[in-house]
């Protein structure tokens, strides 16, 4: 049973740090790319960062760049998204996902995932 769990969500001050953790199971982790994604109300999905299946490449959209860091433990199955700096516009349900393709890079289209967790919340506010 393919299963990926967000955890690490939560409220935060503006200029603030969360770690977001992806835990998962029956997918085969370390054979491929996963990514982390998030949407805010009345907003369309965002990409946020990707890792590949190595954990050598690594992608970020423009507002991760500079503040967010991804990262994953093919020992533990688990992947984590460092993010500091938040701002309020970092406000969003954020969601990992796995890649439809095993052994490729970073990939910032959503398409190209076929797995993805329940979400999990995060808010940033004074």
């Known amino acids: 049973q393919v299963q990926l769990v967000e955890s690490g969500g939560g409220w935060v001050q503006p200029g603030g740090s969360l770690r977001l953790s992806c835990a998962t199971s029956?997918?085969?982790?370390?054979?491929?790319?996963m990514g982390w994604f998030r949407q805010a109300p009345g907003k369309e999905r965002e990409f946020v960062a990707a890792?590949?299946?190595?954990?050598?490449?690594?992608n970020y959209g423009d507002t991760a760049k500079g503040r967010f860091t991804i990262s994953r433990d093919n020992a533990k199955n688990t992947l984590y998204l460092q993010m500091n700096s938040l701002k309020p516009e970092d406000t969003a349900d954020y969601y990992c996902a796995r890649a439809r393709t095993a052994f490729t890079g970073a990939l910032s289209n959503s398409h190209d995932y076929s797995y993805w967790g329940q979400g999990t919340q995060v808010t940033v506010s004074s």
């Open positions: 890792i590949g299946w190595g954990g050598v490449t690594r």
């Open positions: 029956g997918l085969s982790f370390n054979m491929y790319a």
